[in-house]
């Protein structure tokens, strides 16, 4: 053997041993023992080189993604021998239904291996942490991780809550238009029977919040609220009636 990387640790009569440093792949072969006796004694070994798998990247992702989108992320890794193992989570929990592809790198000793995710962008998962997992032999069970922060944005969804289930006349309701949208809807807008609110004076909006007070029978109908942003619009409605 002829390399500066291999030093001689112990020579004896019974024994000899060398040490090999910075192991690249074409350490890997057959290393033979020969003991000049006569005859000659040897003893051989066989050495495999694992190669080590890069720090994976997930590529394919444009923020922020619309509802409805299909994404297509891809993981990617390359120079693991054997090939590694690629496993996909969001928010901790394992997704199954992947494709995987192995490749041979240029060396023709190691493997690029990759991995896509394919799946309908959903208002649930915004915030969710998608992660792309390497495994391989030669991590020593500590995987290499890739992560990425999902950004999906969606129409507002709309609800109205009532502060009197049972409203009389003479007493006052709050009715609260609660939307949620990314991006945040703009201000909401309360119209009555399909027109503006009748009684500006008693029918007071703040914000999100519609207040009738004094009420009496021709408040009677249906209030709708409305929010919209710039992916689209939603309302809903609410039908009052005064006892």
Not at 19 to 26: A, E, F, G, K, N
Request: aromatic share 6%; proline share 6%.
């Amino acid at each position: 053997l002829r390399d500066n990387r291999i030093e001689l640790v112990r020579a004896s009569w019974h024994e000899l041993s060398i040490s090999v440093s910075d192991v690249s792949l074409s350490d890997e072969g057959q290393y033979t023992c020969s003991l000049f006796t006569m005859p000659v004694k040897t003893s051989k070994a066989f050495l495999t080189v694992l190669g080590v798998p890069e720090k994976p990247q997930i590529t394919g992702f444009t923020s922020p993604v619309m509802e409805g989108e299909r994404m297509q992320l891809t993981c990617k890794t390359s120079g693991s021998k054997p090939a590694a193992d690629i496993r996909w989570f969001k928010n901790d929990k394992e997704v199954k239904d992947v494709k995987y592809l192995k490749e041979e790198d240029a060396n023709r000793k190691t493997f690029t291996v990759s991995s896509t995710l394919d799946f309908l962008a959903d208002r649930n998962d915004d915030g969710a942490v998608i992660s792309c997992r390497v495994d391989h032999e030669s991590l020593n069970s500590t995987p290499q991780i890739a992560m990425q922060v999902l950004e999906i944005h969606y129409t507002p969804l709309v609800k109205i809550i009532s502060s009197n289930s049972w409203p009389e006349e003479g007493q006052s309701i709050i009715l609260t238009c609660e939307s949620k949208g990314k991006p945040v809807p703009e201000p909401v807008l309360w119209t009555k029977d399909g027109g503006e609110l009748p009684d500006p004076e008693r029918m007071v909006v703040n914000g999100r919040v519609l207040s009738i007070s004094f009420l009496n029978k021709t408040d009677n109908g249906t209030y709708r609220c409305e929010a919209k942003n710039p992916i689209g619009r939603n309302s809903t409605e609410y039908v009052l009636i005064v006892h």
